[in-house]
């Protein structure tokens, strides 16, 4: 059974940065891509970021380029985002999301493809 689990979510200031993670169990991350979504209230849900190890692959949206880093752990088979200079826009329910084995722009379009889903951390940036 696969299970996903992010943490890390809070409240921070408008500037300030923070880290999630997301830990997997019931697959590997060697073999498996991690991707980072978002969705803020009466928005869709939208892809962040991804990073696959096998390929050494990543992907980060446009509207953060610049503001993001991800990485993962294959000996803890969790991966994190780290996010920087956040803005109010950037509040929403982060999500991570397992189970597909290419890290592309064209997963990260399409957030029906993946199979396994985390229950959402909640990031809001706020002054």
């Known amino acids: 059974q696969v299970r996903v689990a992010e943490s890390g979510g809070g409240l921070v200031q408008p500037g300030e940065s923070l880290r999630v993670s997301c830990e997997v169990s019931g697959l590997s991350l060697d073999t498996y891509t991690i991707g980072w979504f978002r969705q803020a209230p009466g928005k869709e849900r939208e892809g962040v970021s991804c990073i696959s190890h096998s390929d050494n692959m990543t992907y980060y949206t446009e509207s953060m380029k610049g503001r993001l880093y991800i990485s993962a752990d294959t000996t803890k088979n969790t991966a994190y985002l780290q996010m920087s200079s956040l803005k109010p826009e950037d509040t929403a329910v982060y999500y991570c999301?397992?189970?597909?084995?290419?890290?592309?722009?064209?997963?990260?379009?399409?957030?029906?493809?993946?199979?396994?889903w985390g229950q959402g951390t909640q990031v809001t940036v706020s002054a």
């Open positions: 999301a397992t189970g597909v084995p290419i890290c592309s722009w064209y997963r990260m379009s399409v957030p029906n493809g993946w199979p396994y």
